[in-house]
Each structure stands twice: as structure tokens, then as C-alpha cells.
């Protein structure tokens, strides 16, 4: 057990639909990064946050957005869904800033279905 | 060319074997290197994670690293049916990159 709990579990959306995922990091942990992991592929970087401002971007288009709150909790939105856009998502949360050392640790993941 | 690059694999070892995973990665400003492990259906888990050149060891696992050769490896020593899963390499420079993943399956 990481601590980082994330909910829904699964979700079916349709295309043009909007979702919102949601995360809470463990606790003291003042840093969430997000992640999309495509059937058979490694996770890929979507954004990061530390203590409510984004701390860098991955290549995904704006349509993808998040927040992130004082309670060690954060979401991640997604707008005018795609079909590729089906995955499973991951947050993952580490205690800096410091992107270039710290150790991550991930949610269990929900797993979005767009038809 | 793949910033971060595995053998997809499967790998396949018997049980007590020593299983090597390899990873190359092209940033040559990355500073940390992790190996997780995911199961099917799961979420990765964090097997350990290495910064300097040379071999560290975590109990059965033993992750060895070469800047010079942009290179990362893991070791298994002892495989058991458990460790069947796919690990995944993570390179970490401005952002946390990882591989497609190596699966990896233990025969009893």
C-alpha cells in the first residue's frame, strides 16, 4: 500500500464527453504527477503539481487539465473525450520539487473506457 | 529512436534463475533511474531506484547503472513464480520517463 488512493476505479465515457479523475496523495506528500498508460505501453507524463501550481507538462493537449488542493487531493480533467483517450490513469505522489531525484509512488489507477 | 527503450520480451526463466531486465535511455542529463514492477491489472510498484554508477543491492534485486553508456539494468537472483510480472524502467531527468516494459514470466 502506497497511500495514494484514486476513485472511480472504472468509468465508461462516450466520445465528446467530459471526465474527471481524482486523487489523494499521501499524506505530507506536497507533490501529484498524473499519468496515462495505454494497453501494452509504459505510463506517460501528463503534468505535474506541487502545492497547487503546475510544475510541468507533458506532451498532451490542453483538453487535459488538473488541480490540485491544499488537502493532498487532485484531479485530472479531461475534455471533449476521444477515443484514445482510453486507458488507465495514474496519479502518483512524491514529497518535493525536485523532479529530477524524487521518488514517486502510484495509485491503484482508474481505468477510462471511451466508446 | 524511443527515449527510453526495453525488451518487451517475455522473458522467460526457470524458478531459482537469475532474471536480467536492460534499459538504454537517450537523455544524457537524466539523474535518477527507478525500476518498477506491475502486475497485470495493477498499478506500478516500486522495486528500487538507483542516482550513481555502479551496482546497488536491495535484497534478491540488484540494479546497476553506467551514465556513460546511458545504460540501467535489474537483476533478479532466485526468480520465484511471483516475481512474474512486467517491470518497467523509469528515467528521471526534467520529467519521469519510462520504457514499454520487459514481461517478465518465472516457470516453477
Known amino acids: 500500500e502506497t497511500g495514494v488512493t484514486q476513485s472511480p476505479t472504472h468509468l465508461i465515457k462516450t466520445r465528446g464527453q467530459q471526465v474527471t479523475l481524482r486523487c489523494s496523495s499521501q499524506?505530507?506528500?506536497?507533490?501529484v504527477s498524473w499519468y496515462q498508460q495505454a494497453l501494452g505501453q509504459g505510463p506517460q507524463f501528463i503534468f505535474q503539481?506541487?502545492?497547487?501550481?503546475?510544475?510541468g507538462r507533458g506532451n498532451f493537449p490542453p483538453r487535459f487539465s488538473g488541480l490540485q488542493f491544499p488537502n493532498y487531493s487532485s484531479e485530472l480533467n479531461v475534455n471533449a473525450l476521444e477515443l484514445d483517450d482510453s486507458a488507465l490513469y495514474l496519479c502518483?505522489?512524491?514529497?518535493?520539487?525536485?523532479?529530477?531525484?524524487?521518488?514517486?509512488?502510484f495509485g491503484p489507477g482508474t481505468r477510462l473506457t471511451v466508446l | 529512436q524511443k527515449e527510453v527503450e526495453q525488451n518487451s520480451g517475455p522473458l522467460s526463466v526457470p524458478e531459482g534463475a537469475i532474471a536480467s531486465l536492460n534499459c538504454t535511455y537517450s537523455?544524457?542529463?537524466?539523474?535518477?533511474f527507478f525500476w518498477y514492477r506491475q502486475y497485470s491489472g495493477k498499478s506500478p510498484e516500486l522495486i528500487m531506484f538507483?542516482?550513481?554508477?555502479g551496482d546497488k543491492e536491495d535484497g534478491r534485486f540488484t540494479a546497476q547503472l553506467n551514465k556513460a553508456s546511458q545504460y540501467v539494468s535489474l537483476l533478479i537472483r532466485d526468480s520465484q513464480p511471483s516475481d512474474s510480472a512486467t517491470y518497467l524502467c523509469?528515467?528521471?531527468?526534467?520529467?519521469?520517463?519510462f520504457g514499454a516494459g520487459t514481461r517478465l514470466t518465472v516457470k516453477p
Open positions: 538507483i542516482y550513481s554508477n
Open positions: 503539481y506541487y502545492r497547487e501550481e503546475e510544475n
Open positions: 523509469a528515467v528521471n531527468g526534467n520529467d519521469m520517463r
Open positions: 537523455d544524457r542529463g537524466s539523474q535518477s
Open positions: 499524506s505530507g506528500h506536497n507533490t
Open positions: 502518483a505522489s512524491s514529497q518535493t520539487k525536485l523532479r529530477s531525484t524524487d521518488t514517486q509512488y
